[in-house]
């Protein structure tokens, strides 16, 4: 649960700076680490014993839902390791352990890092809605009119959701996935936003945004370095949440929509989210 407890930040501090591990970081290396995870204004490392400095930074930004979720996947995030996935696995299991009594889990969604609440029995991850999402987005966005369309999308969402119309709930999902992305690509990129979005088709043809499919949203973000999904998973199960708009869809599949799986749906939006604000600067 956040804010996390003081004891388990603790935990959390010793497991990252590894001192006397084999993967132990240096003052400075830590410094880049809460860099890395998109910290606003980060600290730079001051020569103190790393893991009392380490843990008062997180103890200044407990109440940061957002920061802290996005340290605590840097750190079990491939990237960030020489060794790759093998590095992260090893880190991503002794950040679970201390998580375990909070009732929270690193997994991996579309191939990222995100942080699910345990089901009741243990077994599963299940994901909220973002965390501080306005202010979220007021560091991606400067146009304040894409900021209040996104956040009442996600109010309404979330109406849908506490109302038990749970099928509802899974297609806004999937459409403020969508929108995000589309209303960002066209925000930060002057040419896609004057001459279109390139046809794929070849031939150097521009299509309007209006005909822009998701997998070419995802590709565009993919080749800026702005996310690393993997983008064949995110992009079949974002199109899965929004095509059950189509009643055909819900007769064939009858899926029986309940309140854990809008919390499994919300999973691809914390991935997205993460991806962005580590890779984006903000505004």
């Not at 008062?56 to 790759?84: F, H, K, M, S």
Request: charged residues 35%; hydrophobic residues 35%; negative net charge.
């Amino acid at each position: 649960m956040f804010p996390l407890d003081p004891r388990t930040i603790g935990k959390l501090a010793e497991t990252i700076a590894d001192l006397g591990g084999p993967y132990e970081r240096r003052g400075s290396e830590l410094a880049d680490l809460l860099a890395n995870a998109g910290w606003a204004d980060p600290p730079e490392y001051d020569g103190s014993p790393r893991i009392p400095w380490l843990r008062e930074q997180l103890e200044d930004r407990r109440y940061n839902r957002a920061e802290t979720e996005r340290l605590l996947c840097r750190v079990c995030d491939p990237i960030e390791y020489d060794g790759g996935a093998a590095v992260a696995e090893q880190f991503r299991s002794a950040v679970n352990e201390k998580l375990a009594p909070e009732d929270l889990v690193v997994t991996y969604v579309s191939g990222r890092p995100v942080i699910g609440q345990l089901t009741k029995d243990g077994n599963r991850p299940t994901f909220t809605e973002p965390a501080d999402f306005r202010d979220r987005l007021e560091r991606l966005f400067a146009d304040p009119v894409t900021v209040d369309m996104l956040v009442r999308r996600l109010d309404e969402t979330r109406i849908c959701e506490s109302g038990g119309a749970y099928t509802m709930a899974v297609i806004g999902i999937g459409s403020l996935v969508e929108g995000l992305l589309l209303q960002l690509l066209l925000e930060r990129d002057e040419e896609l936003r004057d001459k279109g979005f390139p046809d794929p088709r070849g031939k150097g043809g521009r299509k309007d945004a209006r005909r822009v499919t998701l997998k070419e949203l995802i590709d565009i973000a993919h080749g800026k370095d702005w996310i690393q999904l993997d983008a064949a998973k995110f992009v079949d199960t974002v199109r899965d949440f929004r095509n059950f708009v189509h009643p055909r869809k819900e007769l064939s599949e009858q899926p029986r929509f309940d309140r854990d799986s809008v919390m499994l749906c919300w999973g691809p939006m914390h991935a997205l989210l993460n991806d962005l604000e580590e890779n984006l600067a903000p505004l």
